[in-house]
């Protein structure tokens, strides 16, 4: 038994689970007289919606394959080896499940070297071998073709990436040493460090070829066909493909120098992973594979044992598995048809939400306001956005047309809501304003009818409580951008019936929405994190900490903007209100901060101006503040924002806000752009103790973000 094939084996006993990719070679004449060729197909077996994957004995099976063209060549049975996935899937890299699984080191740098050792042998073949990227390629299904002489990429590709460091790893079968050396540094950490780290930005077909990839590029309706011809004229030598000289002086160490950087930007020293790939990038200017493919093995194990790519796999399964199945929601069967929506409200969230409705459910969505100039803007503003889809390419112009006149808006909510199956309500967020536009909208529907609120903060029940049938009314929590937060939170009130809930989820799911079932509880959940985080760093200001040293001490946890500039994004005048709603609800944790108070009267829009050209402080806004002469150092202010959002989370899952901690960390991925790298908030918290030290225990069970036991 080789190394190999002993490897192998010792890491599919201990991923016995694992859905096998076949490698099943057949072979045919090339055109143009070109010789036998052997095509390697990888086929897990299932359609396109469960895709090809790579683990142990997935490699074992391509390994029996490559021993068998290996004979074929030797004995001059054939001239060269393709290799190919099944329609729409090329190869979506290794099989997590079975990294999940591990508990040894000597495992991981098992997983590691096994696949290398497989993969070199394509690049050893005595004939030349040829990739075709028919399909969606990511990890190690991107690596293997590096690994080949040539390839080709089909235009149709949707989804080609290296995503490894997006989750706590590097690009360990080659990618970090083979594709610098193959298109340059630059261009190699923009794919590996830039791409991955921008939430997993996936290139086109077309992307692949610009970038020296893949060396010709084909459509998808005859692309097998088109390869195999082009190879042909590659090897009877009418076709000679030629590649940029790679500069392996200053230029090499300036990219990986722009990498540090981008990754610095993005998760501020927070995540190893990024480095890791860097440091092996930087080394691989030597051209030597070899020892990169050895440092490619020890970055793997060392952060296939560490807490951060538990972290990454975790939240990767909360959003494709428990996004998508979510905890708590009543029989689909229970859900009624909407078929028509109508939406209260004509500003810009509301017309936001007639956009996301008529693109995705495609029905009739009505819009009514105050005023018909209101409705006129709100229903010009959805029309406009339709247009720019057109002119983007996204949508045709009858699909514009249809989309135009399914959007109409009303002063008369009788015509406009009176065969409505949903309407949404999105108006000036205050209690007894949202309580009347309930009670005039319930005169006018039919029995039927969900009454949806777009709330933030305020109590559903309440809202609810005047109606004569409060068991239709739910909340239905978006987050904006509308069209670019996934999360939606689904508020169930005291009264709310299974029925409308059901159709709340049903709705959610066709707007494409990763729905989270909430209970009625002040701010639900994203809100009130992030108040309570915002809030302890707000007093901290308050205290006498300057601006500058607090936006240091939140740089670890790496995330898409700093709190002082989410407050410029929600709107100081916003984040008052919120925090008196809170105030009101537990006054003992939830402070509402003078300061604040006083930026919103002055009308400003937050703490930074960029009048000259660079971001700074408003000297207008510092001019306000009145503050004391406690001054924290960075890891200070990072120490009280985290206890403050431990504490908080502790208190909103005993209170039952939601089923599970899993579902504060979906929430705040999905809502708020909580780092993929950091799982969340729960791991994070248990990961640097403060848990342990705040609540007696950590969040979650060891082994569910974490190394096993």
Request: proline share 5%.
């Amino acid at each position: 038994m080789s190394d190999t094939t002993a490897l192998l084996k010792r890491a599919h006993e201990l991923f016995p689970d694992e859905v096998v990719t076949s490698a099943h070679v057949r072979h045919l004449d090339l055109p143009l007289g070109a010789g036998r060729f052997a095509l390697i197909t990888l086929d897990n077996g299932f359609d396109h919606t469960k895709p090809t994957t790579f683990g142990p004995g997935s490699l074992a099976k391509l390994s029996e394959a490559l021993d068998q063209v290996e004979r074929e060549a030797a004995a001059g049975e054939i001239v060269a080896v393709g290799i190919t996935g099944k329609p729409f899937i090329f190869a979506v890299g290794a099989d997590l499940k079975g990294v999940e699984v591990l508990k040894e080191h000597s495992d991981a740098l098992a997983i590691g070297k096994g696949g290398h050792d497989v993969f070199k042998r394509i690049t050893a073949l005595p004939v030349p071998s040829f990739t075709f990227y028919n399909g969606a390629a990511m990890g190690g299904g991107v690596e293997i073709g590096l690994h080949c002489t040539y390839r080709t990429v089909s235009t149709g590709v949707p989804a080609f990436s290296l995503p490894e460091c997006f989750l706590g790893l590097v690009p360990g079968w080659g990618g970090c040493t083979i594709l610098p050396n193959l298109i340059g540094p630059a261009r190699a950490i923009s794919v590996i460090i830039e791409n991955s780290l921008s939430q997993n930005r996936q290139l086109k077909g077309k992307q692949v070829f610009d970038l020296g990839i893949a060396d010709a590029i084909f459509a998808p309706a005859d692309f097998l066909e088109q390869s195999l011809l082009w190879a042909a004229t590659v090897l009877k030598g009418e076709t000679v493909v030629e590649r940029a000289e790679i500069d392996r002086g200053d230029a090499w160490d300036a990219a990986v120098a722009h990498g540090r950087a981008i990754a610095d930007s993005k998760v501020h020293g927070a995540a190893p992973a990024a480095y890791r790939a860097l440091d092996i990038i930087a080394a691989a200017k030597n051209g030597d594979h070899q020892q990169g493919f050895d440092a490619e093995d020890a970055a793997l194990a060392d952060l296939i044992m560490g807490g951060e790519l538990r972290s990454g796999i975790y939240a990767f399964n909360l959003v494709q598995k428990r996004g998508k199945r979510p905890a708590g929601a009543p029989d689909k069967n229970l859900a009624r048809p909407v078929n028509k929506v109508g939406v209260v409200g004509a500003g810009l969230m509301a017309s936001q939400l007639a956009l996301l409705f008529v693109r995705q459910l495609k029905v009739p969505v009505v819009l009514t306001d105050i005023d018909q100039e209101r409705v006129d803007k709100g229903v010009g503003y959805v029309h406009s956005e339709i247009d720019k889809l057109l002119g983007k390419g996204r949508i045709n112009q009858d699909t514009a047309n249809r989309f135009k006149g399914l959007v109409t808006g009303s002063l008369d909510k009788a015509a406009a809501f009176g065969d409505a199956d949903f309407v949404i309500e999105a108006v000036f967020e205050e209690m007894g304003v949202k309580q009347t536009v309930f009670a005039d909208v319930e005169a006018v529907v039919s029995p039927t009818c969900i009454l949806a609120t777009n709330t933030s903060s305020l109590s559903v029940t309440e809202m609810a409580s005047k109606l004569e049938h409060p068991e239709r009314v739910v909340g239905f929590h978006f987050f904006n951008p509308v069209a670019v937060l996934p999360l939606l939170e689904i508020v169930r009130g005291e009264s709310t019936d299974d029925a409308s809930l059901a159709t709340a989820f049903g709705v959610s799911k066709k707007l494409k929405k990763t729905a989270v079932l909430v209970k009625d509880a002040p701010a639900f959940v994203v809100n009130r994190i992030l108040t309570r985080f915002m809030g302890e760093i707000q007093h901290v200001i308050d205290e006498g900490t300057p601006i500058s040293t607090v936006e240091k001490g939140v740089e670890p946890l790496g995330l898409p903007m700093s709190p002082i500039e989410l407050i410029e994004l929600v709107g100081p005048a916003i984040a008052l209100h919120v925090s008196e709603t809170l105030h009101t609800a537990f006054p003992e944790r939830f402070g509402v901060s003078e300061n604040l108070g006083r930026i919103v009267k002055a009308g400003k829009r937050g703490f930074y101006t960029w009048a000259s050209g660079q971001q700074e402080i408003d000297p207008e806004v510092a001019a306000l503040l009145q503050v004391g002469d406690v001054v924290l150092t960075p890891e200070q202010v990072l120490d009280r924002a985290l206890t403050a959002v431990a504490q908080e989370i502790a208190l909103m899952l005993d209170e039952g806000v939601v089923a599970e901690a899993q579902d504060i960390d979906l929430c705040l991925i999905t809502g708020a752009g909580w780092p993929f790298h950091l799982g969340g908030i729960t791991p994070y918290l248990d990961r640097s103790g403060v848990s342990e030290r705040v609540n007696g225990k950590p969040f979650l069970a060891q082994g569910v973000a974490s190394v096993p036991a």
